[in-house]
T-cell receptor, first 111, second 113 residues
């Protein structure tokens, strides 16, 4: 089962929106798109997930294309504390389905 | 409430020794996962517990690795005859039974000399 594809690294200016793309062309009908991030020396942290519709929470927005083959995580006003590795993962919604992490995108937010 | 905790935070051992790594999940989370993360890579799945039983241990690399969760709460990952290649950060995560939002602990950094 192929993992998702993400750019290795991205930079973003503090206060600007960070748009992190993800390709998941092999996603199946029952798989959600999950986003996690990992700040240096910490465990991964859940950000958001979605199936078909766009989603928004207090941390970020998730835009999923109509064909579900790609998505974009949006951090509307990036801060220095958002510097982290961001992982896009496809997984079904039930517990017991392990998260298959790829290499992620290393986001560097710069002042 | 408290998040997932892992002890010790760091463990240095010698090649060939036995180590135990402990995970305390969030109260009420019946699902528990172990992952391993090598430097510069994403976490890799090792084993998943639902309650006391290991429902999926397909990620364990070999029979030197074993994990238990005898009372359906705390879990211990056990590594026998450690090798230098076992050096990594071992992460534990937990979740509610019908949810795949996993809450991760800070990890245990294992160094095998």
């Amino acid at each position: 089962d192929a993992k998702t594809t993400q750019p290795t690294s991205m930079d973003c200016a503090e206060g600007r929106a960070a748009n992190l793309p993800c390709n998941h062309s092999t996603i199946s009908g029952n798989e959600y798109v999950y986003w996690y991030r990992q700040i240096h020396s910490q465990g991964p942290q859940y950000i958001i997930h979605g199936l078909k519709n766009n989603e928004t929470n207090e941390m970020a927005s998730l835009i999923i294309t109509e064909d579900r083959k790609s998505s974009t995580l949006i951090l509307p006003h990036a801060t220095l504390r958002d510097t982290a590795v961001y992982y896009c993962i496809k997984s079904s919604h039930n517990a017991g389905n392990m998260l298959t992490f790829g290499g992620g995108t290393r986001l560097m937010v710069k002042p | 409430g408290a998040g997932v905790s892992q002890t010790p935070s760091n463990k240095v051992t010698e090649k060939g020794k036995y180590v135990e790594l402990r995970c305390d999940p969030i109260s009420g989370h019946t699902a528990l996962y172990w992952y391993r993360q090598s430097l510069g890579q994403g976490p890799e799945f090792l084993i998943y517990f639902q309650g006391t039983g290991a429902a999926d241990d397909s990620g364990l690399p070999n029979d030197r690795f074993f994990a238990v969760r005898p009372e359906g709460s705390v879990s211990t990952l056990k590594i026998q005859r450690t090798e230098r290649g076992d050096s990594a950060v071992y992460l534990c995560a937990s979740s509610f039974p019908n949810d795949n939002e996993q809450f991760f602990g800070p990890g245990t950094r294992l160094t095998v000399l």
